[in-house]
């Protein structure tokens, strides 16, 4: 199977920035669209943003103008670069990924990463 790490995560205060990064591993035969969610407690879990295995991006309105996703394939890694941080972006980030595996080069199956907490501080 396929492991997805996130990593960069910590407390940042308001205005602040972070990079995510998110590394897959495993038997990996391609991957399609990459995806970062995020959850705060008691909230439903969101889109953050998103893209395609050729480099086309969206994201949500919230974070619109701030946020930059982009993806490494050489690496099997995707990115979030955080900028203007707010106390509303607190919340457990996580990744996600389309991913077909050697074994069955013609089926997507869907993966999550274990999430990386992030903390704005006012």
């Known amino acids: 199977q396929v492991q997805l790490v996130e990593s960069g995560g910590g407390l940042v205060q308001a205005g602040g920035s972070l990079r995510l990064s998110c590394a897959a591993s495993?038997?990996?035969?391609?991957?399609?669209?990459m995806r970062w969610y995020r959850q705060a407690p008691g909230k439903q879990r969101e889109a953050v943003a998103g893209i395609t295995s050729g480099g086309s991006t969206n994201y949500a309105d919230s974070v619109k103008g701030r946020f930059t996703i982009s993806r490494d394939n050489a690496k099997n890694t995707v990115y979030l670069q955080m900028n203007s941080l707010k106390p509303e972006d607190t919340a457990v980030y996580y990744c996600?990924?389309?991913?077909?595996?050697?074994?069955?080069?013609?089926?997507?199956?869907?993966?999550w990463g274990q999430g990386t907490q992030v903390t704005v501080s006012s």
């Open positions: 495993g038997s990996i035969f391609s991957i399609n669209d």
């Open positions: 996600n990924a389309d991913i077909s595996l050697w074994v069955d080069a013609g089926t997507l199956r869907h993966y």
